[in-house]
């Protein structure tokens, strides 16, 4: 089946460090979205990203479609960064909607 | 603008009792709808999906079902709910082929 693959699982890091997060996808994609978790539950969407590079802030995201992999990064972190981020990959095809396992990230103040 | 509502917030069960969780999207017509489980500390788990009135795809043999009565309409359900259907149950939307999707609030589901 589709595998996604997320690393790594978890990551803790002070206030103001930077951060790359990693989705690696088993077959080919027409879209991949990244999230994030907040403590109380509510996944908020951070980027739709099929392919290129998108920027919001001190967040950007980098997927390379062809290499089946997409990247997230996080400049100078903020203790509300904390949370857990998912990529998950939409296929077209069969309409599903498959998350990876996520990265759970603690910023320290 | 599109919004999804999901309900309710939380709910406590007992072993044995019957489920129905509802979700529901405004703002757009004919959406794919989808049900994940979130156990605890853990990822988010395809449970159904449904294209359109009456069609379910169902991701994991399970103690679930779903079914979408009308077009903007997806209902999670159970007629008798076990100790391991705890967890968070999150619905979500998305238009169709290349488009972003979108999730509700989600259920925190305790059975006891």
């Known amino acids: 089946g589709i595998q996604v693959e997320q690393s790594p699982p978890d990551l803790i890091l002070q206030e103001g460090a930077n951060s790359t997060l990693r989705c690696n996808f088993s077959d080919s994609v027409n879209n991949l979205q990244w999230f994030h978790q907040n403590p109380w539950g509510q996944l908020i969407n951070l980027f739709y990203?099929?392919?290129g590079t998108k920027q919001n802030g001190r967040l950007s995201a980098t997927t390379v479609a062809t290499e089946r992999y997409s990247l997230l990064y996080i400049s100078s972190s903020q203790t509300t960064d904390s949370g857990v981020y998912f990529c998950?990959?939409?296929?077209?095809?069969?309409?599903?909607?498959?998350f990876g396992s996520g990265t759970r990230l603690s910023i320290r103040p | 603008s599109q919004t999804i509502h999901q309900w309710p917030a939380t709910l406590v069960q007992p072993v044995g009792s019957p489920l129905s969780l509802e979700c529901t999207v405004e703002?757009?017509?004919?959406?794919?709808l989808y049900w994940y489980r979130q156990a605890a500390g853990r990822g988010l788990q395809l449970l159904f999906y449904?294209?359109?009135?009456?069609?379910i795809s169902s991701e994991v043999p399970q103690n679930l079902s779903a079914s979408r009565p009308q077009d903007r309409q997806f209902i999670l359900s159970s007629k008798k709910l076990l100790l391991s259907d705890s967890g968070f149950y999150l619905c979500?939307?998305?238009?169709?082929?290349?488009?972003?999707?979108?999730f509700g609030q989600g259920t925190r589901l305790t059975v006891v």
């Open positions: 979500a939307w998305r238009k169709g082929a290349n488009t972003e999707a979108f």
């Open positions: 449904s294209v359109g009135i009456g069609q």
């Open positions: 998950a990959v939409l296929y077209s095809s069969a309409s599903k909607i498959i």
């Open positions: 990203i099929p392919s």
């Open positions: 703002g757009t017509s004919n959406p794919n």
